[in-house]
Every structure is written in structure tokens, then in C-alpha cells.
């Protein structure tokens, strides 16, 4: 199974970039996917993720109101629309997917069964 994003780069703060991912690979059928984000120094945190089963979102408070996950199920695609950036949201930010949310905690990187390599977002004052 391969997660491969897209989308990154640079911007002004005030901007706006949109972050895709693939998932693929044999027989893959995804229970969930969403993004976290790293940045330096710090440990990876949620950032949104979408179940594919109700449609539901949900959003870590900094990114509640200005970003936006979506995408198919079927095709295993997911997109972060990202609004009203600010420099705090620098980061490599993480693609990832999980098989199944029976047990797991869908804010933690332990509910997450694969990770893409990470797309860089620079955001400048």
C-alpha cells in the first residue's frame, strides 16, 4: 500500500493551498483517512480526517473553520482545502488511512494503518 501527496510549497500568510493523497494497492478498502502534521521540534498531531462510512469530519480545533477534508472512497482520495493559513501551520504535513476504527482513536497516530512520506507547507508572515 502506497499514500502519495501532493500540494505543498509556500505561501503568504492569508493564503491558500490544497494538499492531495492516493492511496493505493491491492484490495486496499480504507476505513477512514485524514492528515496530521509535524513540524519541527514538535511531535506529529491530527489535523482532520474523514469516515468514509457516515461521511463524518472532524477537524482539530486550530484547523476547525479554515480547513476543509474531502474526497472518494472509492478511489481512495482525499484533499485538505486549506484557508486563512497561518505561519503556525508550517509543517511537513502526513497523509495517512486506516482499514478499520473498531478501536481506534481516530486523533492518536496509533489509529492509522499507513502513512504517505509528507508534503512540506511553509507558511510566511
Known amino acids: 500500500v502506497q499514500l502519495q501527496a501532493s500540494g505543498g510549497g509556500l505561501v503568504q500568510a492569508g493564503g491558500s493551498l490544497r494538499l492531495s493523497c492516493a492511496a493505493s494497492?491491492?484490495?486496499?478498502?480504507?476505513?477512514?483517512m485524514g492528515w496530521f502534521r509535524q513540524a519541527p521540534g514538535k511531535e506529529r498531531e491530527f489535523v482532520a480526517a474523514?469516515?468514509?462510512?457516515?461521511?463524518?469530519?472532524h477537524y482539530t480545533d486550530s484547523a476547525q473553520g479554515r480547513f476543509i477534508i474531502y474526497g472518494d472512497n472509492a478511489a481512495n482520495t482525499v484533499n485538505l482545502q486549506m484557508n486563512s493559513l497561518k505561519p503556525d501551520d508550517t509543517a511537513v504535513y502526513y497523509c495517512?488511512?486506516?482499514?478499520?476504527?473498531?478501536?481506534?482513536?481516530?486523533?492518536?497516530?496509533?489509529?492509522?494503518?499507513?502513512w504517505g512520506r509528507g508534503t512540506l507547507v511553509t507558511v510566511s508572515s
Open positions: 495517512t488511512a486506516a482499514t478499520t476504527g473498531l478501536r481506534r482513536d481516530l486523533y492518536s497516530v496509533t489509529g492509522y494503518d499507513y
Open positions: 494497492g491491492r484490495a486496499l478498502s480504507t476505513y477512514r
Open positions: 474523514v469516515t468514509w462510512n457516515d461521511g463524518n469530519t
